[in-house]
């Protein structure tokens, strides 16, 4: 609400009451007045939505006991209005030579020192650009998908259908239930927003009556329960959230993406990895082994005499494309596979080769390390 405002607007004579009525008297003739003008009582009538828009104006300063007393200080300084026509007064015969009002229009640099000078007087200040008409970005919205473990390998499009908010279908988003409209907040003015002290400096931060709406809604919809919005379904495009308001950006779309997990290969990086079992005598006496490849002919990995258990090799070229165009690799793991059924020959087989490489016992060091810990 600028200054211009209150010295040109007669709030009393909106409502209809005199400016000595009580509070209770105000909200009663608000009230009867907001019914017979609500804009879902008058359908295309332009002239009743005016008027709606006149009453709850008159009422969200006057419902407010700092406000309304700004208000009439202000009238009560300049005898109830500004407007003097040009020339009507002569020279000499006092009185102002100019319309006053024209000060408060913007015109010049004038215009704006002189509102910024009285809406420091009143509180209500120049509003010509309030936090409340401010581009506001669009709200983050968040999203979830599964991939199957190719198409997180190779790429995939895919149609994300987000819950995101939109305007309640009862209250149209103004929150209020039916018959009722919200009011100006009081304590922020309607700017949604308001500062604090901290010494030298001060903080700007979301009202905490309103929580940066600008509104208080006094009688809920029972839909949305005041907060004007519901959830509806709708289909994004992959990297855009929440449209901003009154031009301001949108919002960041975060898609959290789970993988379905593959029965054969897993993937460190831009690494593929697999396990692959091998027999003793295969890592002992070393060995050639075909391993899978993803999406690929299976590749021969040669396993050098006496490898151990659990060693990886790594196979060039068999992994993840990267972003930069080059190629992961495939790490391959062999893992001994113990027989659990042995015949008679086997067992025999094993029994001499126990013999054979009798010797220290191999968990020796690892006992006397053991003790020194």
């Known amino acids: 609400m600028s200054t211009k405002d209150y010295?040109?607007?007669?709030?009393?004579?909106?409502?209809?009451?005199?400016?000595?009525a009580k509070p209770a008297e105000i909200k009663a003739a608000y009230r009867k007045l907001a019914r017979k003008y609500h804009p879902d009582a008058n359908k295309g009538d332009s002239s009743a939505e005016e008027r709606f828009k006149e009453i709850s104006e008159a009422y969200s300063v006057l419902s407010d006991e700092k406000r309304r007393k700004e208000y009439d200080e202000a009238r009560s300084m300049f005898g109830?209005?500004?407007r003097v026509p040009t020339g009507a007064q002569r020279p000499g015969q006092g009185g102002f030579g100019f319309d006053l009002g024209d000060i408060f229009s913007g015109a010049g640099d004038a215009g704006g020192r002189l509102g910024d000078l009285f809406g420091g007087v009143f509180g209500g200040?120049?509003?010509r650009t309030t936090s409340a008409n401010r581009p506001r970005r669009?709200?983050?919205?968040?999203?979830e998908t599964t991939l199957s473990f190719s198409d997180a390998i190779d790429g995939t499009t895919v149609a994300l259908r987000l819950t995101g908010e939109g305007p309640c279908p009862t209250c149209h988003g103004t929150g209020a239930k039916a018959g009722t409209v919200p009011r100006m907040c009081p304590s922020c003015h309607g700017t949604g927003q308001e500062s604090k002290n901290q010494g030298s400096f001060g903080i700007t931060e979301p009202c905490h009556e309103c929580r940066g709406r600008g509104m208080v809604v006094d009688d809920p919809c029972p839909t949305c329960s005041g907060s004007g919005h519901a959830m509806s379904s709708?289909?994004?495009i992959p990297g855009k959230g929440a449209p901003g308001?009154?031009?301001?950006?949108?919002?960041?779309?975060?898609v959290r993406v789970h993988v379905k997990p593959h029965p054969v290969f897993g993937r460190s990086g831009a690494n593929l990895t697999v396990t692959v079992p091998v027999s003793f005598a295969e890592l002992a006496l070393?060995?050639?082994v075909k391993v899978p490849s993803h999406r690929g002919a299976p590749v021969t990995v040669r396993i050098p005499p006496g490898t151990p258990n659990g060693r990886t090799f790594r196979v060039a070229g068999k992994g993840v494309r990267r972003k930069d165009g080059t190629t992961g690799g495939?790490?391959?793991t062999v893992e001994v596979m113990v027989p659990q059924n042995l015949n008679g020959k086997a067992r025999n087989a094993i029994e001499d080769l126990r013999e054979a490489t009798a010797g220290a016992d191999p968990r020796e060091e690892l006992l006397e390390r053991a003790k020194e810990a």
Do not use: C, H, Q, W
């Open 245 to 254: 308001e009154r031009g301001g950006p949108a919002g960041d779309l975060y």
């Open 7 to 20: 010295l040109e607007k007669d709030y009393y004579k909106s409502l209809g009451v005199a400016k000595t």
């Open 330 to 332: 495939m790490l391959v």
């Open 138 to 143: 669009g709200a983050d919205v968040e999203t």
């Open 286 to 288: 070393g060995a050639e």
């Open 80 to 82: 109830g209005g500004f």
């Open 234 to 236: 709708r289909i994004k």
């Open 125 to 127: 200040g120049n509003t």
